[in-house]
């Protein structure tokens, strides 16, 4: 099978390195890895954020892993040729609107966590983010006001249809486990939430066997770090899932520790750790791979059939941590390549 490795800006690279020799240990012989660029890499390499080469290693791919897109020296290039397009295109092009971050306290971390270790302790989440619509994808533009004031604006929507296939994902994750969804919108402001609402509420007559419940962004927030325990799966729109996941990486334990897959309505997914290229520490062996390499074990377990080897890398991570293995972001000094090495011990 063929994976494409799009290791991006920043510690993309050096994160994506290490997941690479994890699959390596577990299914080699089954995996065979093509390079492609991507991001500020790929801008400044041959001149766009997302080469046509690149789109075309994705699409021939049986599965992507991802590393990070952003760089600081793009951040004054026009909108379209800066690094965050190259994923936000990837998403689109490909059809992965359905993004699952799951998180989990290791037990181990509970001293990383924010928040108090007994209120921590009881995080165990997926959140099912919408990736292909949104605020992110309307019609978005700079303009003058009337009075000569600039204006930039951007356009939230989602047709119902959308809002079906993802809210369809949520009741799905949320059935093949606690049976609990939570649907986060903002309907007591925002006409686009009131569809939202109204769709999920449709779709949950097919869902008998799943309790839904419905959540407003803002006090969704506040529960996160309140009771998080509360939450089984929470489905919710592009933005506010981008928000909420950041947030729920940190209650437990560290955002580099947090995986994700971009599912397409066939099971075909782009992994990718949730944290970004954090250019602060890229380049100086600081950042923890676990975020990516755990992003290995789901683009095992959903796009390749590889469950039993998924477990193998979730149980090793979970074993390096019980031995102490900690990066900085863990309150530790391992470098990203003894972070690793640890995880390889193991396996
Ligand atoms: C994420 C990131 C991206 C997003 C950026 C890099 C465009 O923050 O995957 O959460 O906003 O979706
Ligand atoms: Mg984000």
Not at 65 to 81: I, Q, S, W
């Amino acid at each position: 099978m063929l994976i494409a490795l799009l290791p991006g800006d920043g510690i993309g690279p050096e994160v994506v390195a290490e997941a690479v020799r994890v699959l390596d240990v577990v299914a080699g012989d089954r995996l065979t890895f093509e390079k492609g660029l991507v991001g500020g890499a790929a801008y400044k390499a041959v001149g766009h954020p997302l080469p046509q080469e690149t789109l075309d290693l994705a699409k021939r791919a049986d599965a992507i892993l991802f590393g990070a897109v952003g760089d600081p020296d793009c951040d004054a290039l026009e909108r379209h040729l800066r690094p965050e397009q190259a994923i936000l295109g990837l998403r689109k092009a490909l059809g992965m609107f359905a993004n699952l971050r799951p998180a989990k306290l290791f037990k181990e971390l509970a001293d990383a966590s924010a928040l108090r270790p007994e209120v921590a302790g009881a995080i165990d989440m997926v959140i099912v983010r919408e990736l292909n619509g949104d605020v992110y994808f309307g019609e978005k533009g700079m303009r003058k006001t009337a009075e000569g004031r600039r204006e930039g604006y951007d356009v939230m929507s989602y047709d119902e249809d959308e809002v079906a296939r993802i809210a369809r994902v949520g009741f799905e994750t949320a059935r093949a486990r606690g049976r609990r969804l939570c649907s986060v919108d903002k309907a007591n402001v925002l006409e686009t939430s009131q569809l939202w609402r109204d769709v999920v509420i449709e779709l949950s007559a097919q869902y008998p066997d799943v309790e839904l419940s419905h959540m407003y962004v803002d006090n969704a927030a506040m529960q996160l770090v309140r009771n998080p325990g509360q939450f089984d799966v929470i489905v919710t729109g592009n933005l506010f899932g981008d928000i909420l996941s950041d947030q729920a990486s940190m209650c437990a334990g560290s955002i580099g520790m947090l995986a994700s897959a971009a599912l397409d309505s066939n099971q075909k997914g782009l992994y990718e750790p949730i944290h970004g290229s954090a250019p602060d520490i890229a380049g100086q062996g600081k950042a923890n791979p676990l975020a990516t390499i755990l992003s290995a074990a789901m683009m095992l377990r959903y796009s390749l059939g590889m469950a039993d080897e998924a477990d193998r890398i979730e149980a090793a991570v979970a074993k390096a941590l019980e031995n102490g293995a900690r990066t900085a972001d863990l309150g530790g000094a391992m470098t990203t390549s003894e972070m690793g090495d640890a995880v390889l011990a193991i396996l």
